[in-house]
C-alpha cells in the first residue's frame, strides 16, 4: 500500500526526550542503530502496517534558543547516553529538522518554566486562545510545507503546575469561549491539544501535565472525530512498580510500606525540584499502588535534583511487605536507567500506534495504549502485563489478516 | 455441604517447609495467625468451597530423628522467622502429629542427604518397590485410622541427584515390574510419587527432584484417574524472573547478562552445598529466562550456603540490560526472605487446590497451579501474570456458581 | 581496689536508647548476653580498670507516663530487635529501676515533644533555673540514697528544635541570673547539662540537641572541675560515612554528590518527622563529609518515618564520584541496623570511659571520646579510625602501667 | 633540580590496565585531563619533587600482537569509560609508545594465558635464564636509547597460576644456577621481576603473581642495593573491605559472614575464569579480613566473567554481623567500578613514589606503599587509613624540608 508522509509534531522539541527521540528516528532510518527498546518493533507487531521510520516527518514547537544539534552534544558529553560519533553523523538531519521549530507557548507554565524560556518568548502577552491560534497556524503550515497525510502532537514538555480548572464548563462548545479570557487558568498543555485536536491531529501526552485530560477537551475530541491519549511516560520506576507489585497482590503478600528514592539531574529533575511541579509528578507515580492492591500501604516518594547525575534518573525502592505468620521481609531495587533513552522508544511507538488508529479511524481515548502510561486515562488496570495484553488485543485480529 | 476429613502426608515432615507448613495450618486453624501469603485466601477464591483449615488432618515420612516441637523452636532461635510464644502455644498439637510421622525411605537420594539420616534408617536396604510397599501401608494406616475421605500427599524433603533416568520405559506396565530390581536408577521422591498415586491419592511436588515427572507415572496417575503437579516451589528469587523478565520482554529491553548470586543458611542449604544436589537445583532456576525472553542472555546463577544467615533467603540479582541507541542501563534487585515462610502457604494454596480438583475428578496434571512451580510440568508459559491468570481462569466458573 | 556504686542517671530513660541500655546492662550483669557491640569490652581497654556492670546504680528523667517493662516489650514486639525471653527474665530488675525515675523537663522541647508527654507534666510552668532546681534535687537524692561516688548524666532524649542561643552570654556567672527568666530559650537538654555540671557531675549528650554545647556553659564545667562532652551518637549512616569519605579522599576520587535516604519507625522518628527537630539533626549528619574531603560535594539526606520499620533504621546512601580520565563511578550502600541496638552498648562506653576520666580528675571537653559522636565538640578531625587512635592514645599508658 | 628522563617498563604493556595507565600519563603531560585519582597529586605531596609528567619514557613487554591504539579504542568502545575522542586527540604518542614494545615471556604462565599469546612467542622454548637474559637485553637497551637515569619495572599482565615454589632455595647465589634448567618452576612474573632487580631497577608487582614475592629474590634485590614492592593493586571491593572492616572490628561489631560477589568482563576475566588462576586471585583477596578482625567469620568470594560488563567490575558484598544483645543486622553495598580507571592512577603513583625511594637509596620492600596492595608483603597491617598514615609518615620529613 503506498503511503503519504506522516508528522510528528513535538511539544517541547528540544528537550532532553524530543532531542533522543529525533536522534533514534533519524539514527533508524540510516539504518545506523537496532531497535532495542522500541516495542512497536516486536515481532507480534510486524504484521500492523506501521508506518516506516522514513516516513515521518518531524517539526515542533520550543520555548528555549538552542538546537538539537546542541543539545544532543549535550546529552552525550553530560550523561554518556548518547554516542558523540552517532551525533556528529546525523548532526545535518538535525539542522534540517531545527528548520521545522517554532517558538512554544508560556501560558500558565508558571516560573520555574518561564525562567528557562527565551527572552523575547516572556515578553509574549496572549489569551488561551491567541495562542491556540498561533499554535494551529504553526501546524497547518507544517503539514503543508511537507504534505503531510497526518500530524501527530506529542507534549514532551516540563512538567507544569497543577492548574485549577474546577471552574471550567465539561463540554466543548460552553470552554471555547472561555480560551478568550486571559484569566482563563487553563495552561499551555491543553492549549496544544486543543489547537491539536480542533484540527483533528491525535494528541498524545507524555507528561504528567494536564494535555487533553478534561471533559470539555474529551467533547473535542470526539466532535473532530479524532483520538488522544495520556497521561505521564511508563519509563522506570513507575514501570516496575506496574509490574512487581502485581506479584505481592497474587501472592497474598501485604505491602506494609513502599518507599522510593527518586535522583537525577535533568532539566526535567530542575523543573520538578519546584515543589509546585514536584507534587503534579509525585501524584501521578503515587497512585497505581493502591489500585493494584486494594490497599493503601504508607508509601513515600522522593525526587530530588542531584546535578552530577546527568540524564541518569536512579531509583532505590524499599518495600518491606509481610507474609506467613505475619513475618516481615524486604525487597529492595535499584534502577539505573537514562530517561531520555528509556522514553524516547516509547514516544516513537506512541505516535506509530496512535497514527495506526487514526488511520483505522479510532475516535476518543486509545485506553489500549495504558501499558506505556503512568496514569492511563479511562483506564482502571494498572498490573503491567495485563495492560500490555490490552494492547495485544487491541491489534490481534488486524496483525492475523 | 457436610465433608469428612481430609489428610495432608508430607514427604519430609520435620524439615523447614513442613514444620512451617504445619505450624501455620494449625495457628489457622485456632485463630491465631491472618492469612497473610495464602493465595487460596483471596477473596476471589472464597467462593469456591476450599477445605477448612480443620478439615485437615497432617502425617508424614522423615528420615531424621527429632521432634516437630524442637525443630519449630529452632526455627524460631534460629531464624527469628518463626514466634517462640506461637511455638510454645501449639507444641501440644505438634506432640499429636508427630504421632503419625512414618521412616522415610532412602533410595537413592545421594550420601548428602543420607548422612541427615537417623542410623537405624540407613541400615534398611530394600528395591523400589519393597520402599513403595512400605509407603503404601504407611498412607493406607493413616487414611483408615483419621478415617479421611482423600491424602494429598506433597514432596518438602531435600533435593536430590538428578538421577539417569533414561534407560526406563514409558509406561506404567513396563515400568512396575523395574522396581523390584535394586539397580533401578529410581530415587525416593519417585517411590513416594509412584506409592501416592497407585492408591490414587494426588501427588504434588514442591521440590526439583524428579517425583512424578516421568512419562510411566503419568501414565500410572493417568490410569488410576488422580491428578498431581509440580515441581520445585516458586517462593523467591525465581519468582521475580518471572514477574521482571516479562516486563523486559514487553518493552524489548534486550538482557545482555542476568547474575543471581543466592546466599542462605539452612538445611536445604547444606544439601545444596553438594554440587550434585546443587545442579539439579540451578538447572530449575536457571530455565525461564530464555522461554520468557525469546533469546539466551548470559547468565550466572550461585547458590551458596551461609550459615549465619538461617532460613533468610538473600537473592541479590544484577539485571544489564541494552535500551534504545544500544545504551546499557543495570537493574538490580536484593531479596531479604525467610524460605519457610514463603514456601509454607503455596504448601497448603497447593493442597487446598489439588484436593478441590480431586473432588471434581480432574485427572493428570494440574497444569493451571503453574504459577506456584519454578518448572510447571507441562508448562510453556512463565509470565507470572498469565500463570495466575491460567489459575483464575481455571477456577472462575465455579466462583461465580 | 575496692570501689563504691555510681550512677547513670538517663534524660530519656523510658526511651527506646535508654531502656535498650538498661536492658543491656542488666543481661551483662546476669551473664546473661556477651559483650557484642561494647568499644569498652575490647582487650585493648582490659587493663584499664573501667566500671564493673555490677557497679552502676541506674535512675532517670521522663516525660511519659510508662514503664520500662513495657517499653522493652514493646521493643521486643515491634521491631524484632530484643528477645521477649529476655525481657521477662530481667523484669523484676527493670521494675526497680522505674522507682528511681522522675518527671523531666519540657521548657522549650516544642510542640512535638510536648505532645508526647503526660498530661500533667503539661501544666507545670517553670522558668530554667526553677526547673534546674528540681533536677539537682532529683540528682542529689538518687546519689544519696544509693551512696554513689559519682553519677554521670547522659541526654538520650528526643531531638529539640534548635533554639536560638546567640543572644546568650558567655561566661557562666552572666548566663546564671538569664536563667530566672521565663523568656530564656535555653531548652531542656541545656538546662539538665548545667544541674548535672553545678553539681560536678559529668555531662554525656547522646543526642543532636544543645546540652552543654555553649560557651558559657563549657564555663560552668570548667569551674567545677568536671567534665563532659557531646553530641549525636554516632551509630549508622554518619558512622559509615566517617570510614568511607577518607578512603575517597586519600585516593584523590572526587565525590561529585552524595545522597542519604534514612528511613525508620520509632518513637525518635515522629519527632523527626518534625520539620523543626529534623533540621538540628541533618545539620549534624551533614557537616563532615565537606571537613573531610575539604571541598564541598552536592549532598541530600533525607529522613522519613516509615512506621513499619519500627526500630530497624534502613539507609540507603548513593555515591557518585570521578576517578582517574574524569570517569563517574557509583558506590552505593545498604544500611539494616536497629537503632537502639547500635546505640546502647555506645551510651555505656560513654559512661565507662566518662566515669574513668572524671576519677582521673579529667576536665572540660573529653574530645578523645569523638569517634563515638557525629559532630564531636571541640574536634576537627573526623576520619573515623584517627578519631579512635584518639581514644586508644588517651589511655595507652594507663592501660600499660 | 635539573633531572634527567626515567622510565616506566610495563610487563602487559597493552593490557587493559597499562593502555589506560599510559593514556592518562600522555593526557596529563598534554594537559587534557586533572588529577582525579592520583594519590601522588595530593597536596601534601606536593613538595616531595615527584617526577613530572614530561619526564616518563614508556615501553614494555607484551605477548599479544595488537597495538596501543586499537587496545585504547576497544576501551572507549566496550566499557565507556575512556573517552573516544581523547583516544583519536594522543593516537600518535601511543603508535610512538607502541615502537618501545618487545615480544613478552611465557615460562609457566599456563594454559589459559598462552592462549593469548601470539603464535609466534608459543613457538619459543627458553629457560627462565635464557628468557631473562632476553628481558635483560631489552630493558638495557630502552634505558640506553632513551638515555634514562631509572627505569621503575612494573607487572601489570595477567594472573597467573600459583606456582609451587616449596622446592627453592632461600638465596639468590642458590637460586641462579637453578634457573638454567626448564623444569625450574618459576614463572614469568618472577623472572621479570629477577631481570629487572638484577639490573638494579625497581620492581613493582600491581598483581597476585608471586613476582618478586620470594626470599631468593628479595636477597637479589638488597645485593643489588635497590629496591620493590607488592602485590595485587588494591582497587576496588578489597579496598572497601580495608576500609569497612577496621570500623566494625573498632566497634567490637561481630561479623558472622562476609559474602563478596565480583562481575566483571575484561581480559582480566577470561583469565580468572581458569579456576588456576582465580585461586591466586581469591587468595589475596580473602586474607586481610581475619588480619584485621583477629577471627575468621565465614566468608565467600566469587569472581564472575560476564562479558556484557566490559572493564565494570561490579561488586556487591553482604557483610551480616551482630551487635548488641546477640543481634544480627546487615549491611551491603555495590561498587561499580572501572577497573583500569581505578587502577591506572595507582601504577602512576607507585612509579613515582618508587622512583622518588630509589633517589633516596631505598633498599629491599616498599612497606610503606602498603596502602596501594591487597597483600603487601612484609606488613602486617590491613587498616586503610593505618595504611595511608605509613605513606604519609614515610614521607612526612621530606615533604617538611
Given at each position: ?14 528537550g532532553g526526550v524530543a532531542?533522543t527521540t ?15 527498546g ?118 514532551v ?49 507524555f507528561t ?25 511516560g511508563k519509563t522506570g ?31 526535567d ?42 540524564d541518569?534518573k ?23 536507567g537514562c530517561d531520555s533513552i528509556l522514553a524516547a522508544p516509547l514516544v516513537l ?23 506505556f ?29
Amino acid at each position: 500500500m503506498s503511503q503519504g508522509r506522516v508528522g510528528i509534531w513535538f511539544i517541547g522539541v528540544r528537550g532532553g526526550v524530543a532531542t533522543t527521540t529525533i536522534l533514534g528516528l533519524v539514527a533508524l532510518r540510516r539504518g545506523l542503530i537496532g531497535t532495542s527498546g522500541l516495542v512497536s518493533a516486536l515481532p507480534k507487531f510486524a504484521e500492523l502496517g506501521l508506518r516506516e521510520w522514513s516516513d515521518w516527518v518531524v517539526g515542533g514547537h520550543e520555548i528555549r534558543s538552542t538546537t538539537l544539534r546542541d543539545e544532543a552534544m549535550q546529552l552525550a558529553d553530560t550523561s554518556r547516553a548518547v554516542d558523540r560519533d552517532l551525533v556528529r553523523q546525523i548532526a545535518d538531519d538535525l539542522d534540517q529538522i531545527d528548520a521545522n521549530v517554532r517558538p512554544g507557548v508560556l501560558v500558565n507554565v508558571g516560573n520555574t518554566i518561564e525562567k528557562l524560556a527565551d527572552d523575547s518568548l516572556r515578553q509574549v502577552v496572549e489569551t488561551p486562545a491567541e495562542a491556540g491560534a498561533r499554535i494551529q497556524s504553526d501546524l497547518k503550515a507544517f503539514a503543508a510545507e511537507h504534505d503531510l497525510e497526518r500530524v501527530i502532537v506529542v507534549n514532551v514538555a516540563s512538567t507544569e503546575p497543577a492548574p485549577d480548572l474546577s471552574g471550567l464548563p465539561s463540554t466543548w462548545n460552553e470552554l471555547k469561549p472561555r480560551l478568550a479570557d486571559a484569566a482563563c487558568p487553563i495552561s499551555a498543555s491543553s492549549i496544544y491539544a486543543i489547537a491539536a485536536l480542533d484540527l483533528a491531529f491525535p494528541f498524545v501526552n507524555f507528561t504528567p501535565s494536564p494535555g487533553s485530560n478534561h471533559p470539555a477537551i474529551e467533547d473535542l475530541a470526539a466532535q473532530r472525530k479524532t483520538c488522544h491519549m495520556g497521561h505521564d511516560g511508563k519509563t522506570g520506576e513507575t514501570l516496575l512498580k506496574s509490574a512487581l507489585a502485581p506479584m505481592f497482590a497474587a501472592r497474598n503478600l501485604e505491602i506494609m510500606s513502599w518507599v522510593g528514592h527518586n535522583i537525577f539531574g535533568n532539566l526535567d529533575g530542575v523543573v520538578l525540584n519546584d515543589p509546585e511541579n514536584k507534587s503534579t509528578k509525585v501524584k501521578s507515580k503515587d497512585r497505581l499502588l493502591g489500585e493494584i492492591l486494594g490497599y493503601n500501604p504508607q508509601t513515600h516518594i522522593s525526587i530530588e535534583y542531584i546535578k552530577s547525575l546527568g540524564d541518569w534518573k536512579t531509583a532505590w525502592d524499599h518495600i518491606h511487605f509481610r507474609g506467613f505468620l505475619g513475618t516481615p521481609m524486604i525487597m529492595t531495587f535499584t534502577w539505573q536507567g537514562c530517561d531520555s533513552i528509556l522514553a524516547a522508544p516509547l514516544v516513537l511507538d506512541l505516535v506509530r500506534f496512535t497514527e495506526r488508529a487514526a488511520r483505522d479511524g479510532e475516535v476518543g481515548l486509545l485506553t489500549w495504549l495504558a501499558s506505556f502510561f503512568k496514569s492511563p486515562l479511562g483506564v482502571a488496570e494498572n498490573d503491567f502485563v495485563r495492560q500490555v495484553q490490552m494492547l495485544e488485543e487491541r491489534w490481534s485480529d488486524d496483525a492475523s489478516e
